[in-house]
């Protein structure tokens, strides 16, 4: 009698109630809100735009895998619901905003979810969105994504302004490469120039007379900006991408590959044969983004479930392709940067069985929130949470979980015979990628009872830009050992300078060539043997380390980086006669 007397409100008879139910979709959406019938454990209703009902929608109780589409009248329904639980659905389609967010009892009337369309242009005056609190707008991104009371939040924008993504536009690194200076302000002279009658002008060396702070790519085109901020500083350069000096660059652009310039991200142009992006094309070159008309904001993300808000789902967030536009680079018909390439070529490309750049760039770390709770943000399993911490070449945990070392000894008559083999069994892609500043150096020690080194009978040793000499010219100081000669051997990616022939160089803004490359794919093995003369009594003790360096020594004398090595993995053998 309860049930009758309930449905009789909105009179209607259950033989109406069924018929409604039945031809709701071909109806306008309903504006009274839906009222619930106890006992039931069901929901039920449509998903409508503003011309109709919408098929194919993703209704989904929001932060569960619980979810269900639409059929070709935009219904569905949920059932085997608990009948005093409420539930709280959403729904997204393609070229839509996700809507709802509203909780719901079992037994509810059909209920009505409605979609808006979002842009399908970018607009390029759309005003960037700082990510930071103090810029004083309400969508700013630390309002909600951080927690300050709390050093090791692993809330978003915490994690971000702990990664090397937010310091992309400041980079010491990258703007004393950019400028030709030194992290102390001091300048290289200007690129000197030659000239022959076939070919114009031409580069020359650097004046070994003259001090010298390494190369710049201002040093080689002063007249122009490059497309250098394309990638480090996205939000400055995506109207202008050869218009921009990074040096100059203010507001969100400085603030790197900043969150909103991410999640402006719709898609990413590559060539169709390759998969990979365009030759000459970084950064922003291949990013096709967004940006909302004024009065509107737009968010894209890994979610399906955001709601409610002018956010809406993007699987392109969750795949390594999104990272191919600054991780994939060709200048000059040389290719320079190429992680996403290698990843490409490798097995954990394969979608089935492999794994993208973000399952070991953006792990899941244990965090159960994106937002925080006093700001709406839900619950969620941790699986589905990505972390920005984003670990790279500066991380000690990530590099030291990167490949493994097998090392052997044997000792025969007053020799001691070492077999090294390193094998990439952890990382997706070449080890060390992208910059060809970034090395691995491998040694090689065996020392007698009294802790004298034993003299290499056999074996390679690192190459000379493994550090000898002095300081490079213009170094006010030694910034990391040397090593060339050691026994050992070394793994890069050397360029070098066609005009010039600078090597090992970094200035791939110029015309280079790869003179070399031994660096390790996803799961190559490299083996090397190494024999020294050694006691015939005595204890002998044999120490390999694998260490990453993080550009050529020589290039870091010029500029004063202080950027120490990290240990990739060392062993200790200890043999007695």
Known sequence: ??????????????LGLLAWAACTPTLAPPTARPTSLPGTTSVEGAVYDADGPVSGAVVRAQTTDLATTTDAEGRFTFTDLTPSEPITLTAWAPGYYIAGGEPYLPGTDPITITLTAHTAEDNPNYAWLSAFA?????????????NPDDPLSALPFDEWQRDAHSQSAVNPRFLTMYTGT???GNQSPLTRHGYSRDYGTFPLRPDPNRPYYGPGYKLDFPNTAGNCAACHAPAAAVNTPYGVDPTAVTGVGAEGVACDFCHKVWDVRLDSVTGLPYE???????????RPPEGHQFFAGPFDDVAPGEDTYSPLQRQSQFCAPCHFGVFWGTVVYNSFGEWLESPYSDPESGKTCQDCHMPSLGATHFARPDRGGHRRDPATIFSHRMPGASDEELLQNAVTMDVSAERRAGEVTITVTITNDKVGHHIPTDSPLRQMILLVRATDGQGQALSLLDGPTVPEWGGTGEPAAGATRRVAPYYAGSPGKA????LEELWTEVSPSGAYWNPTRVLSDNRLAAFATDTSTYTF??????????????????????????????????VMARQTLVMTD
């Open 1 to 14: 009698m309860k049930i009758r007397r309930l449905v009789k409100i909105f009179g209607l008879t259950w």
């Open 280 to 290: 000459n094309m970084p950064g922003v070159l291949s990013f096709e983004l967004r």
């Open 533 to 566: 003369a050694a006691p015939d009594e005595g204890e002998v003790t044999v120490e390999v380390t694998l260490i990453f360096r993080r550009a050529f020594i020589e290039l870091m004398e010029q500029k004063g980086w202080d950027v120490p090595d990290i």
């Open 182 to 184: 030194d992290v102390h």
């Open 134 to 146: 103090q810029a004083g707008d309400e969508g700013n991104c630390q309002n909600c994504h951080s």
């Open 491 to 494: 793994f890069a990616k050397v």
